[in-house]
């Protein structure tokens, strides 16, 4: 990256002002910090805040306000002030910064945390569609089991995957201090990311400029996150920009996309399903991983084989060999992997329960696909999806055309609305649920549907033989299945 770049995110925080111009900031209620020492170099949340932390939150009212000023923090930043908080800001002599770009208010925590408390760490950005949980998480895997004291913000729960609030630059600033200096940080950034429906514009490219990566990993890009983005022309535009905001860092690309392939990276690596003659090229042919023409990992030796996770691995791989690793390294990594929660994993042997979280078409589609090559002849498979609730319908009628395009004679299929599991926030509305149910009908497509997810696994696992294949499929609406089904089985 050039110097411009770098600097865009440095910035003197001993004076607020310098805070509030980073932000496109207007300042209400005091012009200085609060706390007598002013800013400990601290992002974090109100709940989690101390004496000279900055608080950032999407919203605040006067009580938010009255707790920050109690605590004795620096400042507050926010996007919507609600109630009286300007008010209680002023009467309080409270130092209040309102934007109306919060993503710019965390891409500055992050940055000034990365330089504050991980100054010398070699920082990896993931982003993409699909793929991108697995693909962070074995990065991390591969440098932690060589001994690298290394953070990641990839969880099985998808918890702290997001860069819209200040919880990674906790993470960094509670790691650093808790257990000293780290070598890697490997940062998951959503390909498309907003607030309320408003799209971030150019969330992916921002926050990698804020980490200042020497590789970025983009593993493809397809349609997800429908209303915040409606073409996969707009997806596209988003990813583009990360390769920019990169500059001269390496950008491991996946071959097989034709999109990504548009992308254009100043220091590109390829991965790829099927052989490269390219000179820096990771790829898969004939249940071999091949680099610089020598077999570095055979089929039998990966965690996992269906072919979209094998692309991950090679992702990581790339990664890791532009990090410089060894090659027994990285193969000792990808061995001894195990992988996140709800990524293929197996919950049962007779019948085999697998649970994904396929959650956009090309997820439900490979996953399906990859299904179906493990099934023996004459067999079912009983595919269990859970109607995405409360994202709309445009993502459920491209999900359940996956659905329909991935159908063949030794398929049965049951969908849940999962009402007995989610939350008010992940509610299946009635035109979500009819987008499925019409779709399915005018294709004849025979379903069943079940309005409680647990109803629906007992109904699925009584029916299933001990040689059939029970594939449970769906984010939020299918996120409690093992628990449930523990019970069941």
């Not at 109100?46 to 004496?51: M, V």
């Not at 002849?377 to 459920?396: F, M, P, T």
């Not at 979500?432 to 079940?450: A, C, Q």
Request: charged share 25%; hydrophobic share 40%.
């Amino acid at each position: 990256m050039g110097s411009d770049e770098e600097d865009k995110f440095s910035l003197d925080l001993t004076k607020i002002q310098n805070l509030v111009d980073a932000v496109d900031g207007q300042l209400v209620g005091n012009d200085e910090y609060f706390s007598i020492d002013g800013f400990t170099g601290r992002f974090t949340f109100l709940n989690d805040a101390h004496t000279g932390d900055i608080v950032i939150r999407h919203w605040i009212n006067d009580k938010g306000v009255e707790i920050a000023f109690n605590k004795n923090i620096a400042c507050l930043i926010t996007q919507t002030p609600k109630d009286c908080a300007v008010e209680m800001a002023q009467k309080l002599g409270f130092p209040l910064i309102i934007t109306d770009k919060i993503e710019l208010a965390n891409a500055v925590a992050l940055s000034n945390t990365i330089d504050k408390y991980s100054k010398n760490s070699t920082n990896i950005v993931i982003t993409g569609t699909n793929g991108k949980s697995t693909t962070s998480h074995l990065i991390y895997h591969i440098l932690d089991n060589a001994g690298y004291h290394t953070l990641t913000n990839t969880d099985s729960e998808s918890e702290f995957n997001t860069l819209i609030d200040p919880m990674v630059s906790k993470l960094i600033s509670d790691k650093v201090r808790e257990c000293g200096e780290l070598d890697y940080l490997v940062i998951e950034v959503s390909e498309v990311q907003g607030w309320l429906g408003k799209l971030m514009k150019n969330h992916a490219a921002l926050m990698s400029e804020a980490i200042r990566p020497k590789v970025a990993v983009i593993t493809n890009i397809a349609m997800d996150h429908i209303g915040l983005v409606n073409s996969i022309e707009e997806v596209y535009d988003e990813i583009s920009a990360v390769p920019k905001a990169i500059g001269s860092g390496v950008c491991v690309l996946n071959h097989d996309d034709e999109l990504v392939m548009k992308l254009e990276a100043e220091n590109p690596f390829y991965t790829s399903m099927s052989k490269l003659d390219e000179e820096n090229a990771v790829y898969f042919e004939n249940g071999e991983i091949i680099y610089n023409d020598k077999v570095i990992l055979t089929s039998d030796e990966l965690p996992f084989t269906g072919s979209h996770f094998i692309q991950n691995i090679l992702s990581a791989i790339g990664a890791c060999i532009s990090l410089g690793l060894q090659i027994d390294t990285i193969t000792r990594g990808v061995k001894s992997y195990k992988a996140l929660n709800r990524r293929f994993a197996k919950l049962n042997d007779e019948p085999l329960i697998y649970d994904d979280f396929a959650h956009n078409p090309d997820g439900i589609k490979a996953t399906i696909s990859e299904t179906l090559k493990l099934l023996p002849n004459g067999q079912k498979l009983y595919v269990v999806c859970a109607i995405r609730g409360s994202r709309g319908v445009e993502i459920n009628q491209l999900n359940v055309e996956a659905l329909v395009e991935s159908m063949n004679d030794d398929i049965e299929l049951f969908l849940s609305s999962s009402n007995d599991v989610v939350n008010n926030l992940n509610f299946v509305e009635e035109d979500e649920r009819e987008v499925f149910f019409n779709t399915l009908n005018k294709n004849d497509v025979e379903y069943v549907h079940f309005d409680n997810l647990e109803d629906c696994l007992k109904e699925v696992y009584s029916k299933a033989g001990k040689k059939d294949i029970i594939l449970l499929l769906g984010a939020q609406g299918m996120d409690p299945a093992e628990s449930l089904l523990q019970n069941i089985l």
